[in-house]
């Protein structure tokens, strides 16, 4: 499996960015996928999540409103529509992929719940 996030930059405070994951080497009909960013010098945090049959999301309270995720299964893609962006949404966005079928949304925002991991892309957000 390969995931390959996309969409990336510096951008100012209010501005919207929108982030995709493209993913490859495996079924994803079963599949929860995830999104996390992580700030230097602070823990990788959960952003939003999908489930891949069913379009069932959930969100970190600190983008609620602000940030929407959806997946094209043509494309196999998953993107985060990023708005009004914070200072505070600056990190290293990475996008994840769990491949089994997982209906508890309680495990979908614990990073030990994903397999496997694409390599990050940095959004910069200035005040």
């Known amino acids: 499996v390969q995931l390959q996030a996309s969409g990336g930059g510096l951008v100012q405070a209010g501005d919207s960015l929108r982030l995709s994951c493209a993913a490859s080497?495996?079924?994803?009909?079963?599949?929860?996928m995830g999104w996390f960013r992580q700030a230097p010098g602070k823990e990788r945090e959960f952003v939003a999540a999908?489930?891949?049959?069913?379009?069932?999301?959930i969100f970190a309270d600190s983008v609620k409103g602000r940030f929407t995720i959806s997946r094209d299964r043509a494309k196999n893609t998953v993107a985060l529509q990023m708005n009004s962006l914070r200072p505070e949404d600056t990190a290293v966005y990475y996008c994840?992929?769990?491949?089994?079928?997982?209906?508890?949304?309680?495990?979908?925002?614990?990073?030990?719940?994903?397999?496997?991991w694409g390599r990050g892309t940095q959004v910069t957000v200035s005040s």
């Open positions: 999908i489930q891949w049959s069913t379009a069932r999301t």
């Open positions: 080497g495996g079924n994803f009909g079963s599949a929860i």
């Open positions: 994840a992929v769990d491949p089994m079928y997982n209906v508890d949304r309680s495990t979908w925002s614990r990073p030990g719940t994903y397999d496997y």
